[in-house]
C-alpha cells in the first residue's frame, strides 16, 4: 500500500488555515513527513517575523564591515586615466606630425584599359587561378557544346 501525501495545493490549504477533507486533516495528523513539511515552512515564516537584531549586535556588524571597507587598498583612478591619457597624446604626435601625404592621381582610363584587356585574354583567369581554370576547363578539351554528354 502506497501512502499519498499532502500535494503542495493541499499543504497551502493547510498554511492559509482553510480545512481539508476530513481523511486528508487524519493523514497529516498521523504523518510525520507531512507535518514536518507543515512545521518547516511554519519555521521559515516564524523566523521572518522574528525582530531585528540588538543594538549591540547591529554595532558589532557594523564596526566589522567599516573595518574591511577600510583595509581596503586604495586605489588612485585619476592615476590610471592620466597615464592612458598620456599614452593616447604619444602615440597621435607621430601620426600628426606625417599628416601631409601627397596624393596620387590615378589614371582611371589606364586602368579600366588593363582590365578590358586582361578579360579579353581570359575572362575566367581575371577571377580564379590557373589551377581552378585548369580543372574547370581541361586543356585539351574542345567544348562541346552541340555535342550529347
Given at each position: 500500500m502506497s501512502v499519498r501525501?499532502?500535494?503542495?495545493?493541499?499543504?497551502?490549504?493547510?498554511?492559509?488555515?482553510?480545512?481539508?477533507?476530513?481523511?486528508?486533516e487524519a493523514h497529516l495528523r498521523d504523518c510525520i513527513v507531512c507535518r514536518r513539511r507543515r512545521d518547516a515552512f511554519l519555521g521559515v515564516v516564524a523566523e521572518a517575523r522574528a525582530e531585528d537584531p540588538d543594538e549591540a549586535t547591529?554595532?558589532?556588524?557594523?564596526?566589522?564591515?567599516l573595518a574591511a571597507w577600510q583595509?581596503?587598498?586604495?586605489v588612485h583612478w585619476w592615476r590610471w586615466a592620466a597615464a592612458a591619457v598620456a599614452v593616447a597624446v604619444l602615440g597621435l604626435v607621430p601620426l600628426l606630425h606625417n599628416r601631409t601625404v601627397p596624393l596620387q592621381i590615378i589614371d582611371t582610363e589606364a586602368?579600366?584599359?588593363?582590365v578590358d584587356a586582361a578579360l579579353a585574354r581570359d575572362p575566367l583567369a581575371a577571377f580564379a587561378s590557373e589551377d581552378v581554370v585548369d580543372e574547370i576547363v581541361p586543356v585539351?578539351?574542345?567544348?562541346?557544346?552541340g555535342s550529347a554528354s
Open positions: 501525501h499532502l500535494a503542495d495545493d493541499e499543504l497551502d490549504l493547510v498554511l492559509g488555515g482553510e480545512p481539508l477533507a476530513a481523511e486528508r547591529r554595532a558589532r556588524v557594523r564596526e566589522a564591515a583595509s581596503r587598498p586604495v586602368v579600366m584599359a588593363e585539351g578539351e574542345s567544348t562541346g557544346e
